[in-house]
């Protein structure tokens, strides 16, 4: 167990849909970021929030959204879902933003989500 | 634009040998680098990583080796056992877009024969 729990693990879905993947970071642990991993992709980072406040973006399409609560917890909404959104869904924590030293993140086991 | 990139998708290593996976890098601006191993249906756990201004880490049977001249490194397992079987992904960090987060490599997936 990491200690980033991500609900729900598998979701199953239909195009045009709407869904929330949650995740709750290790304790102690203030940054948390969304990656996404499609079929033969890599990890492709989404977006980082840290103590509730965006931070950085990458590749997050305008239909996707997220953010981070008080009690450090965070949500990725996904909307008017398409097929190419099938993906697992990693959420990962780390303890600071800005670092002297190598930035380990810690993962989540993933949220699997089909979409039909 | 995949500015880590791991070339081999997979590796067949017998155990006990070495294993070498490979990866290489087109941003100057990364400081440090990362290794992460993945086990089907688990996130990715931290392996080891390396400052760009070292050229060698090692832990254990774990070594990464970075070539910054040749913007490369590459993570070296010896010796190499069956439960090394996993995918791993050589991650990037430093001056980018993506702030602090890590920008990943594709993968590649190693299997370690008896």
């Known amino acids: 167990d990491s200690g980033v729990t991500q609900t729900p693990k598998h979701l199953i879905t239909a195009t045009g849909q709407r869904v929330t993947l949650r995740c709750s970071p290790r304790s102690g642990d203030l940054s948390v970021y969304w990656y996404q991993q499609s079929l033969d992709q890599g990890l492709q980072f989404l977006i980082q929030?840290?103590?509730?406040?965006?931070?950085a973006k990458g590749n997050i399409l305008e239909r996707f959204s997220a953010q981070q609560f008080p009690d450090l917890h965070s949500e990725l909404n996904l909307s008017s879902l398409e097929l190419g959104d099938s993906a697992l869904y990693f959420c990962?924590?780390?303890?600071?933003?800005?670092?002297?030293?190598?930035?380990?993140?810690?993962f989540g086991a993933g949220s699997r989500l089909t979409v039909l | 634009d995949q500015q880590v990139k791991q070339n081999s998708p997979s590796l067949s290593v017998q155990e006990g040998r070495i294993s070498i996976l490979n990866c290489d890098y087109t941003n100057s601006m990364f400081d440090y680098f990362l290794w992460y191993k993945k086990y089907p249906a688990e996130g990715p756990t931290f392996l080891i990583s390396i400052s760009s201004i070292k050229d060698k880490n090692e832990d254990g049977r774990f070594t990464v080796f970075l070539n910054k001249s040749a913007k490369h490194l590459s993570l070296h397992i010896v010796p190499s056992q069956p439960g090394d079987s996993a995918v791993y992904f050589c991650?990037?960090?430093?001056?980018?877009?993506?702030?602090?987060?890590?920008?990943f490599g594709k993968g590649t997936s190693l299997l370690v024969t008896p």
């Open positions: 929030y840290y103590n509730g406040e965006e931070r």
């Open positions: 991650a990037a960090m430093g001056n980018s877009n993506s702030g602090y987060a890590l920008n």
């Open positions: 990962a924590s780390s303890v600071q933003v800005g670092v002297s030293g190598a930035n380990v993140l810690t």
